[in-house]
């Protein structure tokens, strides 16, 4: 019986010894079984985390903190075209103040040498007399000499034209320091390619000063603020192929103002129509 009893307490260690084998042997995968679902999902995780390689490449200038809000051009000087001069460091003071009367029911013929050529207008002063005298009197005084023509405008804007007459370039400069009110509005409200108008502030109609613009694409302007048009007082008769041209360079996309191709006034001479 004692024999019996041994054998059988042997029997009970012996599977006590392989349950706890089992147990530890149980831990152990689920030990390894979690470190290795652990990793899988760590790994699943980073990789939804990082961007598509599309995604990080920055294809949007603008969107680079380190670029320029807008692309940078080179001004073009066309064929035919020498450099334009350095803008004017002042604006000439005048002497003298518009001829209206002389330049009342008169017509003129005006030839604009620019650094891409010589163009001709002719001024009339039978429907607009104030902004023919006040051209008159800027021309015979050197005002625009050098001037560069500062704005292009063209399909993005709905209206095409080419301005000039400040001499700071700017489109903001003293003025000629004397204003003058609108005259010989179109009806239509429209601009005939060619047509010599006058530049003022919208909502003053009394603004009309230096700054004038070259129509080179029948355009129909609105109205200002004011519900004035502006003043027609000429129109181009030579040199138009050369504002075509400057037009068909574009506008310059580092300020989204000035045309490309840098034209710039360097003479203006007027005299009475023969």
């Known amino acids: 019986m004692r024999h019996e009893r041994e054998l059988a307490q042997k029997e009970a260690q012996s599977v006590r010894d392989k349950q706890a084998v089992f147990a530890v042997l149980g831990v152990l995968v689920v030990v390894v079984g ?19 390689p599309s995604n990080t490449v920055q294809t949007d200038p603008s969107a680079d903190a380190t670029s320029s809000p807008t692309p940078t051009a080179t001004p073009s000087v066309l064929a035919g075209c020498t450099p334009v001069p350095a803008n004017q460091t002042a604006v000439k003071t005048l002497t003298a103040q518009p001829d209206l009367e002389g330049a009342k029911g008169k017509t003129f013929v005006a030839t604009i040498t620019t650094n891409c050529g010589a163009i001709t207008v002719e001024l009339d002063g039978a429907k607009a007399p104030a902004a023919v005298s006040s051209f008159i009197l800027l021309a015979k005084q050197g005002y625009w000499a050098p001037s560069p023509c500062h704005r292009l405008t063209g399909a993005a804007q709905g209206i095409f034209v080419l301005q000039c007459g400040d001499p700071t370039g700017t489109g903001s400069g003293p003025g000629p320091g004397y204003h003058f009110g609108v005259e010989n509005i179109p009806a239509n409200d429209v601009y005939p390619a060619g047509s010599l108008a006058m530049a003022r502030k919208s909502g003053d109609p009394n603004s009309n000063g230096d700054q004038f613009f070259v129509v080179y694409k029948d355009t129909t302007l609105p109205k200002s603020g004011d519900g004035n048009g502006y003043s027609v007082f000429g129109k181009v008769t030579g040199g138009m192929d050369i504002v075509d041209r400057i037009a068909a360079a574009g506008i310059n996309p580092t300020d989204q103002t000035s045309p490309l191709a840098p034209i710039s006034i360097l003479t203006v001479d007027v005299q009475p129509k023969a």
């Open 34 to 52: 979690f470190v290795w679902l652990a990793n899988v999902l760590t790994n699943r995780t980073d990789t939804a985390a990082t961007p598509e």
